[in-house]
């Protein structure tokens, strides 16, 4: 079965730096392409960045544009999420999903950015 388990999250101070993985199993993960999504508290999900199948392309929402670089390892079934210049408003449970349309989703990982 599909499963996407993610992990690197944890408590960072403004301006920090984390580095988020996904471990993916149960499907092609090299021919699926894969995104971020992330909720804050009392708020609504919000997509962070996606990246196509190959590795080629990437894309992000204007909030985290040029602090964060979502990349994956297909020979490793990995994808990441390298998150610099963190900011409270980053604070949020991090998920990531496969495709564009979000079918499979992980358990989350919990990003806390306060000094």
């Known amino acids: 079965q599909v499963q996407l388990v993610e992990s690197g999250g944890g408590l960072a101070q403004p301006g920090a730096s984390l580095r988020l993985s996904c471990a993916a199993s149960?499907?092609?993960?090299?021919?699926?392409?894969m995104s971020w999504v992330r909720q804050a508290p009392g708020k609504g999900l919000e997509w962070v960045s996606s990246?196509?199948?190959?590795?080629?392309?990437?894309f992000y929402a204007d909030s985290v544009k040029g602090r964060f670089t979502i990349s994956r390892d297909n020979a490793e079934n990995t994808l990441y999420l390298q998150m610099n210049s963190l900011k409270p408003e980053d604070t949020a449970v991090y998920y990531c999903?496969?495709?564009?349309?979000?079918?499979?989703w992980g358990q989350g990982t919990q990003v806390t950015v306060s000094s």
């Open positions: 999903a496969r495709g564009m349309t979000y079918d499979y």
């Open positions: 990246i196509y199948n190959g590795g080629g392309n990437t």
């Open positions: 149960g499907f092609t993960f090299s021919a699926s392409h």
